[in-house]
């Protein structure tokens, strides 16, 4: 039951570069002297790839661009950035053992994402200049920037998201203009662009995300138009796009990105912000079989790891109002178990990951007023707690 009928309109491409001093210039009107070449510089090292992989079944869990590792041993760390002095600290997590190290600083002016550059299974970082457009990668190798690269400067009008569009490991940049609705790709080798290209452009009230929708291990772009309701997907290889509409759904639905049923194809989570219906679209290409959930009132806000380590996602549903916190886990659009945790109070901030390897996500709170934190190793519906190191208030964690 494949579903990959070509779109008649499919297509794509303004040019592709592959000769690195290229510079392709953009038509627009605007002109946004989009320079799409490679890295001025590269010191990259000798990839020593002794990582031990996430034991978790499902690849989006050992996607070190989605999951922060910066040493590849399969279990989650974490990046402390101070909001006052743009001093940045790595905290690699091994269970309850935080093995913490400062590396440089870098200005509040600049942006960061997490990618995966040299294809080592290590979390690097992209930062990005707001103000200049700048962009520079730091290659990390546990608590040590092993490399730093400037890439070229590109208009801040423009903003960077981290996809894999050729599949290989390696993250590439897909950059969407804010105010042209123009959009380009740069294809990353070894931390070097190796190719450019401009992509079909989209009118600026269409807002994205990057998914997987066919399971090629290729990033796809479900393009969504919040206020019409409309839905898109490009299915992306390489520089090419093909372009299909998929249902349209109400401006009162938002959604989140999982993979319910556990076939490495990226699945929607659909909430009803008004009336707290939930219904999952498990996705196969442009086909989907939809399921509904229980109804959530709408002070639950919903976030997805495996909490049982099966390879399906589940679903954990914080209430920001009292504090109280369950999990749904998960069988493609059917829920098998609710899990009651403990409540706290709503001053803590979840961020979920695996902090002792074993396939399962945890949850890291953050209470920003008391400067605490805290982990919540999970097994299903079981949580041990521990807390961990206090840090001051003007830090935030990633
Ligand atoms: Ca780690
Ligand atoms: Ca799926
Ligand atoms: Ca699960
Ligand atoms: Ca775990």
Redesign the pocket.
Known sequence: MSSLIKSPSTNTVLSTSTNLNDVVSNKSALNTDLHLTGASQSGLQENNVSATANQNPNPTFSDVSNFIDFNGDGKNDKFWRNTQTGENTIWLVDNTNIDAGSISAIGLEWDLQFADFNADNKTDILWRNTQTGENLIWLIDGKSITSEIALDRIDPTWSASIVDFNGDNSSDIFWRNNQTGENAVWIIENSNVTTAAFLETTDISWSFSIVDFNGDGKSDIFWRNQTAGENEIWFVDGTDTSEFSLSDVDSQWNYTLGDFN?DSRTDLLWRNETTGENTIWLMNGILFLSGSLDNLDASWKPSV??????????IFWRNEVTGENTAW???GTEKTTSAFFPSNDPGWSPSLGDYNGDGKTDVFWRNSQTQQNDIWFVDGTTITEAQISEVSTEWVVY
């Open positions: 556990g790891g495996d909490f049982n380590g099966d390879g399906q996602t589940d886990l998960m069988n």
